[in-house]
C-alpha cells in the first residue's frame, strides 16, 4: 500500500523520505559551470542518500566532443569535489552506470532526433517510465532554440501517455518584462504550466524555509511583525568574490538582474507575506505575489536606487582587480556590480516601513541576512545617559554561511548603575542540529523530480519581480547617456558612499553584518 493510500497518514506529512519515480533528468549545458559545481554534486548526494528512483538516468547534453568515459570522469570529479556527503565509490558507481552524455549544438536537428530516441531507448532498458526533467543550464538567449528543439522532437509532449515531462529554467528569466513575458509565453506553447519550474536556488536554502517556521510556526513574532512595531527591513546579500570568468553573462546582466530581480525580491516577498493558508504551491505563491505586487518604488527613484561598481582594493589580504580590468570586461563597461534600494509595500501591515535591499561583489565577507529593525520604545523610563548604548532591537535571519537568527535587545549592564546596552541572544543552526541541511540545488533538483513546485517562483512572480526593477534600469540607463550614477566602490569595502547617503537621508544606518 503506498502512503498516499495510507489512511493513517496525512499526505502533507513530509517527514519521511519521498523518493520520486523512475524517470531521466537532461540537463542541458552540462559541460558548464553551474552543472559541474552544482548540479552534479546535488544529484550524487541524492543517490547517496538513497533518493533517488531505480530506473533513474541522468543524461547529459552539451556542444563538447565527449564520449560516455570522458563524461563519467569528469561528472566523478564533479561530484567527488562539490558533493556533499560522503563520496562512496559503490554510490557513483551505480548513478554512472545509469549516466550517458549527448554531444550536440542546440540547433542540431539530427543531435535532438538522437535524445529523443535515447529517452525512449532508456525507458525500455533502464524504465524510467517515459517520465523525464529537461533542466536548461544554459544562456537565457539559447532557451527558444532548445524549447523550439523539445517541441519539434515532440519530447516535451506526454498526452498520449501516462508520464509527466517536466523543465527547469535557470534565471535569469527574461532580462525586462517584455522579454520574460516572450520566454513565458514560448515555455507555455511548449509545457503546461504546472510543468514549469523556474529556479531561484535561494528558496532552496534552509534559512530561507525556515522564515515561514519562524513567522508561523510561533506566537511570538506575528503579533508584531508589521509597520506598528517594525521600522525597516534591512536585506543584504554581499559576496566577496568577484565576477571571476562570468563576463560573458555578467557583462551586461548587473547585480539588479542577477540577484535584485530574483533573490532579493523573493527575500523580501517572503519576509513581508501574510500567512498562507496552507504550504501548497498555490496558497505559498499566491500570498508572494500579493507582496511583489503591491511594492512601490519611491517617487525620487534617483535618489533611491544606487548602483556601484568595484575598483581594485584588498581583500582578506590579497590584492584584487577591479571590475574594469577583470577578464573579457570591455573598456568603460557601466554594468554595476552592486546595488541597493529602497522599496516600500503598500499594505495595510507594511505602510511606512521601507525595505533597503542591497547586493554587491567584492564586499568584504559573503553574508547574506534579513534584518527586521524594530521601532524604538516609546518612552524610556532611563536617563539619558543610561541608555546612550542601546540600539533599535533587531531580529537578524542569518540565511549564510553562519546559519542561525540572532535578536538583538537592551539588557542591565551588572554593576550599581542603570545602564542599558545592545546584547544579542544567538540560535545557530550548527549547534541546534546534528544534521547538516542539504544544498539549495540537492532539495530544489529532488521536488522537480517529485513534481512539488512550491519553492519555485510562478511565472506571475517572474513579471512582477521585473515590473520592480525595469524602472531602476531604465533610470540607470539613462544615467549612462548623462555620464552619471556609478559610483566606483574599492574591492573590500561595504559598497559606494552613495548607499550609506541614501540611508542617512532616511535618518537611517546600515547594518554592519
Ligand atoms: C547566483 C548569481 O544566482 O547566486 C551569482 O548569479 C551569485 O552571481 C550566486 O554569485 C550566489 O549564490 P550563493 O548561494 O553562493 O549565495
Redesign the pocket.
Known amino acids: 500500500m503506498s502512503s498516499s493510500q495510507n489512511p493513517l497518514r496525512d499526505p502533507r506529512d513530509r517527514r519521511l523520505p519521498r523518493v520520486p519515480e523512475p524517470c531521466a533528468l537532461v540537463v542541458f549545458g552540462v559541460t558548464g559551470d553551474l552543472a559541474r559545481k552544482k548540479l552534479i554534486p546535488a544529484v550524487y548526494d541524492l543517490a547517496n542518500r538513497g533518493l533517488l528512483p531505480p530506473g533513474f538516468v541522468l543524461l547529459g547534453f552539451a556542444r563538447r566532443d565527449w564520449g560516455d568515459g570522458d563524461f563519467e570522469q569528469i561528472a566523478k570529479e564533479a561530484a567527488k569535489k562539490g558533493a556533499r556527503t560522503e563520496f562512496r565509490e559503490e554510490v557513483w558507481q551505480r548513478l554512472a552506470e545509469a549516466t550517458k552524455f549527448l554531444p550536440g549544438s542546440f540547433d542540431d536537428d539530427a543531435a535532438f532526433d538522437t535524445l529523443h530516441q535515447t529517452l525512449l531507448d532508456l525507458d525500455a532498458s533502464h524504465g524510467t517510465g517515459g517520465n523525464a526533467a529537461f533542466y536548461l543550464s544554459i544562456p537565457p538567449n539559447a532557451f527558444p532554440t532548445v524549447l523550439k528543439q523539445m517541441e519539434r522532437t515532440g519530447m516535451a509532449d506526454n498526452h498520449a501517455t501516462q508520464s509527466w515531462r517536466r523543465v527547469v529554467v535557470e534565471?535569469p528569466f527574461g532580462h525586462d518584462l517584455t522579454s520574460a513575458i516572450e520566454l513565458n509565453k514560448l515555455v507555455d506553447d511548449v509545457f503546461s504550466a504546472k510543468d514549469v519550474f523556474r529556479i531561484d536556488?535561494?528558496l532552496g536554502?534552509e534559512t530561507v524555509q525556515n522564515l515561514m517556521a519562524l513567522r508561523f510556526a510561533n506566537e511570538l513574532f506575528e503579533p508584531i511583525w508589521n509597520s506598528h512595531h517594525i521600522d525597516s527591513v534591512q536585506i543584504t546579500?554581499a559576496?566577496d568574490?568577484g565576477i571571476g570568468t562570468?563576463a560573458g553573462?555578467?557583462e551586461g546582466t548587473g547585480a539588479a538582474r542577477?540577484?535584485l530581480q530574483?533573490?532579493l525580491l523573493q527575500l523580501l516577498a517572503l519576509t513581508a507575506m501574510d500567512e498562507p493558508v496552507n504550504f501548497d504551491a498555490d496558497s505559498l505563491r499566491t500570498e508572494k505575489r500579493k507582496v511583489l505586487g503591491a511594492i512601490k518604488l519611491p517617487k525620487e527613484l534617483a535618489s533611491y536606487a544606487v548602483r556601484g561598481q568595484y575598483d581594485q582594493g584588498w581583500l582578506a589580504g590579497e590584492r584584487v582587480k577591479g571590475f574594469l580590468a577583470e577578464q573579457d570586461i570591455p573598456a568603460g563597461s557601466t554594468t554595476e556590480t552592486y546595488a541597493a534600494v529602497r522599496l516600500d509595500v503598500d499594505t495595510r501591515r507594511w505602510a511606512g516601513v521601507p525595505f533597503y535591499l542591497r547586493t554587491g561583489?567584492r564586499l568584504p565577507r559573503?553574508v547574506?541576512e534579513i534584518g527586521i529593525i524594530f521601532k524604538k520604545a516609546p518612552f524610556l523610563p532611563f536617563s539619558k545617559s543610561d541608555t546612550e548604548e542601546l540600539g533599535s532591537n533587531q531580529l537578524v535571519v542569518r540565511v549564510?554561511p553562519d546559519e542561525g537568527v540572532t535578536l538583538r535587545f537592551g539588557s542591565k549592564v551588572p554593576g550599581t548603575t542603570m545602564e542599558v546596552r545592545d546584547v544579542s541572544m544567538d540560535f545557530s543552526y550548527g549547534e541546534a542540529f546534528t544534521e547538516n541541511s542539504p544544498e539549495?540545488y540537492e532539495r530544489l533538483l529532488l521536488d522537480v523530480l517529485l513534481g512539488d513546485a512550491s519553492l519555485f517562483p510562478q511565472n506571475e512572480e517572474v513579471e512582477e519581480s521585473w515590473r520592480v526593477v525595469d524602472p531602476i534600469e531604465e533610470l540607470w540607463r539613462q544615467q549612462d547617456g548623462e555620464a552619471a550614477g556609478l559610483a566606483l566602490y574599492r574591492a573590500g569595502e561595504w559598497g559606494p558612499k552613495a548607499a550609506d547617503e541614501m540611508l542617512a537621508r532616511d535618518g537611517r544606518t546600515w547594518r554592519r553584518p
Open positions: 534565471k536556488h535561494y536554502k546579500m559576496e568574490v562570468r553573462f555578467y542577477d540577484v530574483n533573490h561583489k559573503r547574506t549564510q539549495a
